[in-house]
Nanobody, 125 residues
Framework: QVQLQESGPGLVTPSQTLSLTCTVSGAAITTDNYIWTWIRQSPGKGLEWMGI???????YVTRALMSRASISRETSKNQFSLRLTSLTPEDTAVYYC?????????????????WGQGTQVTVSS
């Protein structure tokens, strides 16, 4: 059984940097043909796809966040991480990590086979 668990601070001050980690068990993040994703949901809004790191280590961040977000991994710990700088209250959201099979298109969220439970991040002074 594959499990994903997000971890990080629940409360962050505006202008600070957020660091979140997704710890994966039951599957190696280097396993071919899988994509590991960060997604968030702000209050009253839908899911927002933030970026991915593939099994080969390649990274893509959505254009809207490209100047502030980065994704990396620690294969020895089977973890991948999200770093988001210059936080504002608009970054307040539940942050999820999730997995899906590699595809030639952006999959629908129902095609993601495993999700973390999500972690609430509040940006407030």
């Amino acid at each position: 059984q594959v499990q994903l668990q997000e971890s990080g601070p629940g409360l962050v001050t505006p202008s600070q940097t957020l660091s979140l980690t997704c710890t994966v068990s039951g599957a190696a993040i280097t396993t071919d043909n899988y994509i590991w994703t960060w997604i968030r949901q702000s209050p009253g809004k839908g899911l927002e796809w933030m970026g991915i790191i593939a099994s080969d280590g390649s990274v893509y961040v959505t254009r809207a966040l490209m100047s502030r977000a980065s994704i990396s991994r620690e294969t020895s710990k089977n973890q991948f991480s999200l770093r988001l700088t210059s936080l504002t209250p608009e970054d307040t959201a539940v942050y999820y990590c999730a997995r899906h099979r590699a595809t030639l298109y952006v999959p629908a969220y129902y095609e993601f086979d495993y999700w973390g439970q999500g972690t609430q991040v509040t940006v407030s002074s």
